[in-house]
């Protein structure tokens, strides 16, 4: 219970923030309608190899949207040492990396609910008989993603390169992306279950490992 009040409190503090401040979510939802209209216009293939590669370009917004996000992650934490007195009264750095990773989870999920229906609009693409099973798997995926680069903001978030996060998250989120844009291609042909369940499995797997391994390694990572 106290677990869940405290991250309650970060979430809210972090959503005040943003919405003085108005940086990342506006940016994150400029930056993701920007590629969007650009692959639109540029892209000249037929509808056939577009509907193959479909989810394959929208998770390329997601990752590029998503990393403009996370890198900003721990910034206000990190000035004048303010994370020093967060860690104090919440009592456990972990706390703070759940915390953070909702929140960037949430920011990324608002881009999510524009971008995704409105890729499905200008690319002139059905959705999927099972939207449901479409929608979990990517927010399966996007949990992943997010929690293992909120993990790696803070071993970047001092070397002052934007670029370097992407550089150590891509390698790794390779297998999960992998995983997730076979899967939701497979249900939005309407292919049952028995074709893609050993995608959904090998996501489960990874967004385990990405939740977990983070958690547990948070506290020494933040000591070094």
């Not at 900003?72 to 953070?100: H, M, P, Q, T, W």
């Not at 960037?104 to 002139?124: D, E, K, R």
């Not at 992998?178 to 995608?199: E, R």
Request: charged share 10%; hydrophobic share 60%.
């Amino acid at each position: 219970m106290k677990f869940a009040k405290i991250i309650y409190a970060m979430l809210c503090k972090d959503f005040k923030a943003e919405f003085r401040r108005k940086e990342i979510l506006s940016s994150m939802l400029f930056f993701s309608l920007l590629i969007v209209v650009i692959i639109n216009v540029t892209l000249n293939i037929n509808k056939d190899i577009l509907f193959e590669n479909f989810t394959g370009l929208m998770w390329i917004v997601f990752l590029f949207t998503g990393v403009l996000g996370i890198n900003r992650s721990f910034i206000n934490e990190r000035i004048n040492d303010s994370y020093l007195g967060i860690n104090l009264a919440v009592g456990e750095s972990s706390i703070i990396l759940v915390s953070k990773a909702v929140s960037n989870l949430a920011f990324i999920g608002i881009v999510q609910t524009i971008v995704i229906p409105l890729f499905f609009i200008l690319f002139s693409v059905k959705w999927p008989q099972n939207a449901f099973l479409f929608l979990l798997v990517n927010f399966l995926g996007t949990t992943g993603f997010v929690f293992l680069g909120t993990f790696l903001s803070v071993l970047t978030i001092n070397t002052n390169s934007e670029i370097l996060l992407p550089i150590v998250l891509f390698p790794l989120l390779l297998p999960l992306v992998l995983a997730v844009v076979q899967a939701s291609n497979l249900i939005l042909k309407g292919a049952p279950l028995q074709l893609w369940g050993h995608w959904l499995g090998l996501i489960l797997v990874f967004d385990f490992l990405y939740t977990l391994v983070p958690i547990l390694l948070f506290d020494f990572v933040v000591e070094v």
